[in-house]
């Protein structure tokens, strides 16, 4: 079973960068998907990106092509989202998700296992 944690969340003007970092444990790490997503205050949780067990496949939420990344690095059993040219609708925690397979999914209920979450906050 994969444990979750996430790190790297924080204040940031507008414009800016920040990489969050999500360490897994245990040994099986790279039979997961890994995704991202995040929840605003008032509103659901939804989709970011998604990377599949051998990061040979990613997927993106609309709003943040061309400005998040995401990518892993099975060695380290990390997976991290950089996020440039913030804007103040990215504020929301972001939480870390494993999905128990080698594909990706951008339906939330397709991961079984999630981290604590990260607040991210983007002043305008």
């Known amino acids: 079973q994969v444990q979750l944690v996430e790190s790297g969340g924080g204040l940031v003007q507008a414009g800016g960068s920040l990489r969050l970092s999500c360490a897994a444990s245990?040994?099986?790490?790279?039979?997961?998907?890994m995704g991202w997503f995040r929840q605003a205050p008032g509103q659901e949780r939804e989709f970011v990106a998604v990377?599949?067990?051998?990061?040979?496949?990613?997927e993106y939420t609309d709003s943040v092509k061309g400005r998040f990344t995401i990518a892993r690095d099975n060695t380290r059993n990390t997976v991290t989202l950089q996020m440039n040219k913030l804007k103040s609708e990215d504020t929301a925690v972001y939480y870390c998700?494993?999905?128990?397979?080698?594909?990706?999914?951008?339906?939330?209920?397709?991961?079984?296992?999630w981290g604590q979450g990260t607040q991210v906050t983007v002043s305008s």
């Open positions: 990377i599949s067990a051998g990061g040979y496949t990613t």
């Open positions: 245990g040994r099986t790490f790279d039979r997961y998907a």
């Open positions: 998700a494993a999905r128990d397979s080698i594909f990706v999914s951008i339906q939330e209920t397709s991961f079984e296992i």
